[in-house]
């Protein structure tokens, strides 16, 4: 609200001083009225800060005749790159592959130790680092294990289920997240392609998305992971869904440390594949180096 000051000349005939007094009482009035109808306003709009509903303080903000409002736009889309895909594309549709769409598989409860686990063997240095997968890497409680199903491709032309797998004993590990803080691939220092590219998005859904740590549109060739139970940022989701109608010939590409999605509740679910063999998520030397 705007108030327009003019000059208020009292005339009569009373003293000066007097005439003084009563112009400024006049004066005072019109600020008051004006501050009433700001106040109004106020509660009437709830976009105004300290409306019904939108301040649970149900305060005014100091001097509500001169602060501005101002909006913050904290769901601002995040912008995601693409890069090309070496060929030849994934042979079918990738929400039908069962190597691609962990949904297909599915995975059945198994009783396990919920820690991490040594065991003997080679140490990949460049394998992925599943800590990553936190703004502030950390190692997170586990709270359940997993057995994914075996995938058998000579029943039909798509696949079908098989029997949950029996080695390694764990193959996807659910683990304790905030709800809302935010997920990244699990890190891993070589590059894919230029400007540090790290991950290639296979699969995309809203709750859930597969990275391969090649260019490559397989899940036969390198590291492999999958991540379910999460919201993946719609806007990567959109890009891989145009990319995917158009041929599959470039897809979303990611860095470390770059934000893919958000915690939906208080768990998510990964599982790592080497060259298309399931892992066991639980191997400190593989996957939680320093830990």
Known sequence: MRISMTTVVVSDDRPPRRGYLYALIFLLLILLSGLAVQTAQAQDDPNTPGAS???PSGTLPENPLYLPLVALNAGQARVFDAIPVLEPPVDRPAAAHGDLNLALRGYTNTVANLTLIDVNGDVDEHAPQLAGLFATPRLPTFQAAYRVYDWN??????GC???PLADPPV???EMVVTQGETLHI???????YGDDYKALVLYAETQRITLAYTRQDTAAVGYLVHIEDLTVDPALVALYNELNLAGRSRLPALHNGE????ASGATISVAIRDTGAFMDPRVRKDWWKGY
Do not use: F, K
């Not at 491709?153 to 798509?158: F, L, N, Q």
């Not at 699990?186 to 894919?192: E, S």
């Open 53 to 55: 509903g939108t301040n």
């Open 153 to 158: 491709w000579g029943c039909s032309a798509e």
């Open 161 to 163: 289920r098989g029997e």
């Open 171 to 173: 193959t996807l590990l």
């Open 186 to 192: 699990p890190t891993r220092t070589p590059d894919i």
């Open 259 to 262: 934000v893919l999605g958000l």
